[in-house]
């Protein structure tokens, strides 16, 4: 068993940064449309072997490697690469360069004698000018054609990105895009009434999807109320009576879920007796009204406690029911709600009326934020493979692809293939310091062609030859992979999400000034080891 230890910065730094540069290193390799991939051996099975082109799901099958110092270093940009992924779905592997980079140059420039706390403070100074920069430079997308262009870009399968494209342009920001896998080669798209809350489930426990941390129940019951559910006795006479009958799912939404009430629905969903979730719904504005919302949507009876009404008297006849409720950890969706739709599109307009009379600012909003809610419908994207292998793949890479269309919708898009940093550059340039605070800033303005010269070596071609052809063109000109030209990026539709430009170059700088300013690393005996990055 290894001693613990106290490693001081001049012998720690050189290790930790081996075990950063290594998975680092890895990541890289999946930068750019065209990649290589990489090969990990199944745990317990040296017979099974996994081939993975995604840098978060390769940067969590990496647990340890060898040598304490290093597996600090390998262990914090695994948790930057996936913090990333949880963030944003993309941009791991850009992060990753642009880390290995900040850090390399703030290495060099400790060891020639810089202050390292100065440095970070010249490195944030020029992150934030770049944020700054990338938020300006954003554009918004709109039409389908602009739309399908940026999926396609994203995925590298026109006929994919022509679907999302159509999706996303029906259903708006507002709108929300479920998965659906079929076995076969399959591609179609189906629009229903659907409508997206924050809120999550009340437990894990109630998970049915591990590997997407989400509750999905079919054609449950639905029991909305005010009512804090906190007692058995408010719940167990309802499961009996869904028990005695077919058993159909239930999910239980109330502002609060917890204590024995919790437990029961938790004990009941285990034990097979009837399939359940309990999930919290979350308002700072009008919890009242939405909740009323939710009942009308699903048909169930809004059970208060304004008017009297009592959990415990509770019965079928006050239930509603819908296609679909999919609940995560901070939103939930109910697609395809059996609610009368007379009575919603007289709640529609009603609101539309009160919107548009409406003089409170606070009161306008929620009205809006409601009428987001019953008019942004759900599309069900259905796609199939040959095998369950693919399926699983396509369905994490759509998953990824989504979580970046959501992101470019909100935040608008900028020129992509690492040309969006480029011209960052200037604006970083431009600020003014003085010592190792000037230094720092030059790290940061020295790593912004880390992604483009990374996406141009992944391709096979010399980087400074390229990116000399690229910049001789001026602003907005990148180079194209798939066609080896030089090309305007925008016109091209090589776009990225200004979002996860932002996000990998926020979590890189953070990252990289926190593994060059420790005075000491302080190694356990026996460290607790863990699948989770």
Known sequence: MPEPRVVF?????????SGWDMIADTLALTLGPRTGYVLVQGEGRPNKVDRLSDSATIARRIV???????????????????????EIGDGSATMAVLAQKIFAEGYRCIVAGSNPMILRKGIERATEAVLEALQEMAQPVEGEDNLAKLATSQTGDPELGKVLGEMLDVLGTDGSIVVEEYMGRYLEREYVDGVRY?????????????????????????????????????IVPLLEQLAAGDKTPLVVISPQIQGPALATLILNNQKKVLPCAGVKFTSYLGLHENLQDVALITGARFLTKEAGHKLEEATLADLGSARRVIAKFDEFMIVGGHGDRVALRERIRGLRARWRSETD???????????????????ILKFGTDSEKERKQKREE???????????LEEGIVPGGGVAYLECIPAVRELEAEGDEAVGIDIVARALDAPIKRIIQNAGQHPPIVLARAQRRGNGYGYDILTGEVVN????????????????LSVASSGACLALTPGALILKRNPEQSMEP
Request: no cysteine.
């Open 9 to 17: 910065a001049d012998e720690a730094l050189p290790r930790l940064k």
């Open 361 to 379: 600012t606070n009161e306008k909003g929620n009205l809006r934020t409601r009428l987001g809610h019953l008019t942004g419908g759900i599309g």
């Open 198 to 234: 924050k809120g999550g489930y009340a437990s894990m426990h109630f998970i049915t999807d591990p590997v997407r941390r989400e509750v999905v129940l079919q054609t449950p019951h639905i029991l909305v109320t005010d009512h804090n559910v906190e007692r058995m006795q408010q």
């Open 489 to 504: 990026m925008e016109q091209t539709g090589i776009m990225d999400s200004a979002r996860v430009l932002r996000t990998a």
């Open 398 to 408: 759509i998953d990824a692809i989504l979580e970046v269309l959501s992101a470019s």
């Open 64 to 86: 340890e490697i060898p040598g304490r110092e290093e597996n600090v270093g390998a262990m914090m940009m695994r948790h930057m690469a996936w913090r990333v992924h949880e």
